[in-house]
């Protein structure tokens, strides 16, 4: 019924960039918080970035001063720009948010990942 794609994962030397998007669809009511979670190999998965409705950002202690997120309510899509890359960036990138359907309240949803591969 929801479903969450993302988009623009891939290979990255150290030091570049990426931008990854990540578009909700379906019988979508409202969208309040919209985030990126990444989980590397051996480790647990952690918070990378998170946006409510209105705007207000959280960022993991790993990203700050590199990531930015950011969304666009019309499109439901939420992006997070990844600046100066390093190889423990390596991960796969999730995409969360907390949708509202017809008959029913806030509830979490996942994307199936996009592999984000730093290396030279």
């Known amino acids: 019924q929801v479903q969450l794609v993302e988009s623009g994962g891939g290979l990255v030397q150290p030091g570049g960039s990426l931008n990854v998007a990540c578009a909700a669809s379906?019988?979508?009511?409202?969208?309040?918080?919209m985030g990126w979670y990444r989980q590397g190999p051996g480790n647990q998965r952690e918070l990378a970035a998170r946006?409510?409705?209105?705007?207000?950002?959280h960022y993991g202690d790993s990203v700050k001063g590199r990531f930015t997120i950011s969304r666009d309510n019309a499109k439901n899509t939420v992006y997070l720009q990844m600046n100066s890359l390093r190889a423990e960036d390596t991960a796969v990138y999730y995409c969360?948010?907390?949708?509202?359907?017809?008959?029913?309240?806030?509830?979490?949803?996942w994307g199936q990942g996009t592999q984000v591969t730093v290396s030279s």
């Open positions: 946006i409510t409705r209105g705007g207000i950002t």
């Open positions: 969360n948010a907390e949708v509202q359907t017809e008959g029913s309240w806030y509830r979490p949803y």
């Open positions: 379906g019988s979508i009511s409202s969208i309040n918080d």
